[in-house]
Every structure is written in C-alpha cells, then in structure tokens.
C-alpha cells in the first residue's frame, strides 16, 4: 500500500476508485466499502484509494471539545488499511480552510483535480464540504459532469452487520472487549512507551511494565483487568501473553490512572520500548483488597484465566 500525505505530490492515478471518510476502527462496515472499491478496481485494471483526515476534523473544528475519543491513532489507522489490501491510502491534511470549501468545489477541485475517479463509493451517511452541505445526491448531480460512476453503501447494508463506531466505543467503555472486537473484526489494540512506575507489581512477585500512551485522543477502555497479548516493536515477531491492569491501584491507593502489563514467562529490560497490546477479553473489574496477600492470591488467579484463554 502506498501512502501519501501530501495533496501536491500525489501521481496521475490509473482508473481511481475512491472512497472518503475518517475510517475510524477500519470496523465491519468500514471493510464493506473497502471490500467493495477493491474488487471495482479489479474490475476496472485499475487502483483502490482510500482518502482520509489527520486531525480528525472534530479536533480542528472544535478545538475545546476534548471528548472525542479515537479507535485508532493514525499509524495503528494505516496498518489496519493496508492489512485489509487497499492499494493506496491519502491522508489529507485537515484545516479550517479545507473544511470552509464549498461543496460543489470540494468535488471538482479536490476529488476530481485530484484523484480523477472513475468510481465512488460511499457510506449512506457521507457528508462533505462547507457546513457539510455536500451528499450522495449532490456527488450524483455531478457524475456526469466528471464523468465518474457513484455507489452507495446502504444504511440497509450496514444495519445488517449492526456496526457503528460507537456502539464499538461504547463497549470497550464499559469493558465489553469482546464484543468490541467482533464488531471491529479484528482485535482491538493500544500502543505505547514503557516508561518508569513506582513498581508495585515487582513487590507483589508480578513485575509490570508501564505504559505511557502519546496520542491525548486514542479510547483507553474501563479501567480494570484484561488478557492481552502483547508485541514489542523491538521483536515484531514474537507475541507474549499478558495480564493487563488499567486503572488507579485503589490497594495502594493511587491517585491516577495507569495502564500496567505483567507479560508472563518474560524478563528483560524494556524502559523505552514500544509495546502494542491486544485486548483478547475483560476478567474482572478493578477493587481494592483489604491486603496485599489478598491481591496476590487474585492475580494468581488472573494468571490462572490469562494463561488457559491463551493457551
């Protein structure tokens, strides 16, 4: 998959077929679209593009709103798209000049200037231009001006699979992993850096490895224990069992949220590295013991049900 981040660089695409949006979670119904725009560019001896924004436009269009919480950050974005085979991705940067652009011209001068489409497929919901004036049907007013076909994913379609990016946020917001990633269709993932912690879980005979995650706007699911497995970028081909505690250590009364990964069968310095963990279930919700041997006897008990669901 090619990856272009520029709009003044891009090559003369060959028999385009495009499809637009912010594929957060590249989920079940976002892969409808994929799967559909890759078999037309087959079709057509032709080639699959994917366009999309960084910054997400909410964070550009509303700056105060720190609300928004993200499936993906961008790099775990574009490794999703290529794994699902999309020949090229566009990732167009978001301004609020690019979002004041009139519809009509936001068709002509950035989709057709651009990317010369022969087809384009979108969601039943796909809104564009300025005050997101711009539709389906505006985009089938003007096929035969430019001369590209248009198809619709129908809400029918998506309702079908009964995908939304929110009903998936919802779910690792209340700890539902499980059913977050059949909704996803893939196994829903957290990158970050191992950084120092004040290393409870050394005391505790399960050292852990703190993880510091950069992107302010990537959904950290409910706080509580979770099996995982675990990646580093360091070995990208070995993948390590872990047990997962995000919250605020309530036994040693902690005062912030944390996210801690004991990786079992493991003993290396990682203090730096870059782990990616993928959530594979919730086993329990995080309480406070009355003492640490009480704690120790239930992590116990979390390896006992990480190490047989991994098994």
């Known amino acids: 998959m090619r990856v272009f981040r520029d709009l003044n660089n891009l090559p003369a695409f060959k028999n385009s077929v495009i499809t637009i949006g912010t594929f957060d979670g590249v989920h079940k119904g976002h892969q409808k679209l994929i799967e559909r725009i890759n078999f037309l560019a087959k079709q057509n001896h032709g080639e699959s593009i994917i366009i999309t924004f960084h910054p997400h436009p909410r964070i550009v269009i509303n700056p105060q709103d720190k609300s928004l919480r993200l499936l993906n950050t961008i790099e775990e974005?574009?490794?999703?798209?290529?794994?699902?085979?999309?020949?090229?991705?566009?990732?167009?940067?978001?301004?609020?000049n690019f979002s004041e652009q009139a519809a009509e011209d936001y068709v002509q001068h950035f989709l057709v200037k651009n990317f010369q489409p022969k087809n384009i497929v979108i969601g039943y919901d796909h809104k564009f231009g300025k005050d997101r004036s711009g539709d389906y049907h505006l985009l089938e007013s003007m096929k035969a001006q430019f001369g590209y076909s248009m198809e619709e994913i129908t809400k029918e379609t998506l309702d079908d699979i009964g995908i939304s990016s929110t009903k998936i946020r919802n779910s690792l917001q209340t700890g539902e992993v499980t059913l977050a990633n059949e909704l996803l269709g893939h196994n829903y993932s957290l990158t970050g850096t191992v950084v120092r912690g004040l290393q409870n879980g050394r005391k505790l005979g399960y050292p852990t490895a703190n993880l510091q995650v950069a992107d302010e706007y990537k959904l950290i699911p409910k706080p509580g224990i979770y099996v995982v497995r675990v990646t580093d970028a360091a070995a990208p081909d070995q993948i390590h069992k872990g047990m997962l505690s995000i919250g605020y250590n309530p036994t040693f009364e902690g005062k912030e949220q944390t996210i801690e990964v004991n990786i079992l069968d493991f003993d290396k310095d990682i203090y730096g590295n870059t782990l990616t963990l993928e959530f594979i279930q919730h086993i329990r919700n995080e309480k406070k013991f009355d003492s640490l041997d009480a704690l120790i006897a239930e992590i116990k008990n979390d390896e006992l049900a990480t190490r047989k669901l991994l098994s």
Not at 77 to 96: C, T
């Open 77 to 96: 974005k574009i490794a999703l798209l290529e794994k699902y085979g999309v020949d090229n991705l566009v990732i167009v940067p978001f301004s609020r």
